[in-house]
């Protein structure tokens, strides 16, 4: 099969996140809010989207995707591709032609008969919080499972609505140890990921429906606790993808939803926080979503940030650390996703790219996934298709494009060898 990937992307209904979580991690009120970088003009408040109109229109169209069933929204997203949505905005990115159009998807020169689509369950289960100054104490919660009940029933949906449809699903299951035990972890695995990743196994019938383990540091995952009951929850993870050449995807810019305070996030976020899982594991397929953004200016050395600027490169101590990891291990990927909602991140990477001796480069080149962050991009374009149009044109090559969104992700899943 002929397929496209979106690497990283995000369905939910409105009951599937814990507020809770992340209203619990906002004791500090605004201090906390300021230290965080949420308010980086790089982040949201750009200079665009500090016009209230559009704010509101960005949040009221973010929110439109939480308010249906998960089947609609992915059919939602292909409708999009397939041009049925005006745009209004004077200056929203659109393509000159659908993506998906005549039987097939388009992207520049190449053509695609499927897309591969990889929804990110996050695992938004949570422990009991109690706090003094709480009324009502609130109790802990295993919110994954509905969570998968709910996004394998969308994929059906869709099947059943869209028999000649362009999406096929290759879903990531999100797991957060710290909230589970490691038999009910152990259940997580066994019941719902697949251990045959092959093209040639994917006709056979199982009931495991995911491809892949989604991890997601900032609510509370530390990918090498000191903690002897916690590192054993995480190696059984690794142990078991290692065995079955089972793919992570792991978030990591310094921005998104946390359970737990900004400056541990970061610590369990950075592509550092890796380097003893790897050691042990150096064989682990890992994809560094967001390609290790860092908005916020307190985490950046100035003398770099200035020399970065002068060379059009990027300016994210994270960023360094993740293309390092590339080049000592042999299956550490990066993806684009929200970062490329920026089209400046491209030419950066690009331009970082292009000062790398040949042999570095070509790594980071079959190294790097493309992605969106549906439906959390909204937030910074107007659409879906808008994200693609940036991408189209971005500086890489019609080749570099189709590794990016073919050759690379087969790979990194494990589809082909």
């Not at 020169?109 to 990110?120: E, R």
């Not at 900032?218 to 916690?230: A, I, K, R, T, V």
């Not at 293309?323 to 491209?346: H, K, R, T, W």
């Not at 693609?388 to 990194?412: A, C, G, K």
Request: glycine content about 4%.
């Amino acid at each position: 099969m002929n397929y496209f990937f979106d690497q990283h992307f995000h369905v939910m209904a409105i009951e599937h996140p814990n507020l809770l979580t992340f209203l619990a991690t906002l004791d500090t009120g605004i201090p906390d809010l300021i230290t965080s970088g949420a308010l980086s003009p790089n982040y949201i408040l750009t200079s665009k989207n500090r016009k209230g109109s559009v704010m509101l229109n960005r949040i009221t169209n973010t929110l439109t995707t939480f308010e249906q069933p998960i089947g609609q929204t992915l059919a939602l997203m292909e409708d999009d591709l397939k041009g049925l949505f005006p745009s209004h905005e004077d200056d929203a990115q659109r393509p000159l032609e659908p993506y998906i159009r005549d039987g097939a998807m388009h992207m520049r020169s190449h053509s695609y008969d499927k897309l591969a689509m990889c929804p990110q369950l996050m695992d938004f289960s949570s422990n009991e919080i109690r706090k003094e100054n709480l009324y009502y104490p609130t109790t802990k919660e295993i919110k994954i499972l509905t969570y998968v009940e709910d996004s394998l029933a969308g994929f059906d949906w869709y099947r059943e609505n869209r028999p000649d449809g362009k999406f096929e699903f290759f879903p990531f299951i999100g797991i957060n140890p710290p909230v589970h035990s490691i038999d009910f972890i152990e259940m997580l695995l066994e019941s719902f990921v697949t251990k045959e990743h092959k093209i040639s196994d994917q006709s056979k019938k199982t009931k495991q429906k995911f491809f892949g383990i989604k991890f997601y540091p900032p609510l509370g995952y530390n990918p090498w606790p000191s903690d002897e009951d916690e590192l054993k929850k995480v190696t059984l993870i690794y142990d078991f993808c290692t065995k079955y050449d089972v793919p992570i995807m792991t978030h990591c810019d310094d921005q998104g939803f946390r359970g737990i305070p900004p400056k541990e996030a970061w610590k369990y976020t950075s592509p550092a926080s890796y380097k003893p899982v790897l050691a042990h594991y150096p064989t682990l397929r890992i994809d560094f979503a967001h390609y290790g953004w860092q908005y916020n200016q307190l985490q950046k050395n100035p003398l770099t940030m200035l020399t970065a600027a002068a060379s059009k490169v990027p300016d994210s101590p994270w960023f360094y650390e993740l293309v390092e990891l590339m080049q000592l291990y042999p299956n550490v990927y990066a993806d684009v996703s929200f970062s490329g909602s920026n089209a400046d991140f491209y030419q950066q990477l690009n331009n970082y790219i292009a000062s790398l001796e040949e042999n570095k480069a070509q790594t980071v080149l079959e190294r790097t996934l493309f992605g969106t962050d549906f439906s959390v991009n909204l937030l910074k374009v107007e659409s879906y298709t808008s994200y693609y149009r940036i991408f189209e044109q971005s500086p890489f090559s019609d080749d570099q494009i189709h590794l990016f969104v073919q050759t690379n992700p087969m790979r990194y899943m494990g589809l082909v060898q």
